[in-house]
Nanobody, 115 residues
Framework: QVQLVESGGGLVQPGGSLRLSCAAS????????MGWYRQAPGKQREFVAV???????VYTDSVKGRFTISRDNAKNTLYMQMNSLKPEDTAVYYC?????????WGQGTQVTVSS
């Protein structure tokens, strides 16, 4: 069984930074891609960023230049460095991964940007 566990969320002031982590554990033979989604109160879950197995990264327009994802393949861990955070970045952030052609989600971590 594969499990994704996120960490690193919290409360930060506008303009601040946070780094999220997503650790994949279990029987992992191959990871096709890993990425992040977020869901703000009253809104649908939306795509934020993804890193494909070849290292190609894709970001939603609203976070380009502010968020950076990276991956430690040896640890099966995905990171997302979030800089210049804005109140509109407030959401629950979910890790998503396609592992052995199956889709997995983490439990989510809350990010709140407020003064």
């Amino acid at each position: 069984q594969v499990q994704l566990v996120e960490s690193g969320g919290g409360l930060v002031q506008p303009g601040g930074s946070l780094r999220l982590s997503c650790a994949a554990s279990g029987r992992i033979l191959s990871i096709n891609h890993m990425g992040w989604y977020r869901q703000a109160p009253g809104k649908q879950r939306e795509f934020v960023a993804v890193m494909h197995s070849a290292g190609i990264t894709v970001y939603t327009d609203s976070v380009k230049g502010r968020f950076t994802i990276s991956r430690d393949n040896a640890k099966n861990t995905l990171y997302m460095q979030m800089n210049s955070l804005k109140p509109e970045d407030t959401a629950v952030y979910y890790c998503n991964a396609q592992i052995q052609r199956n889709d997995y989600w983490g439990q989510g971590t809350q990010v709140t940007v407020s003064s």
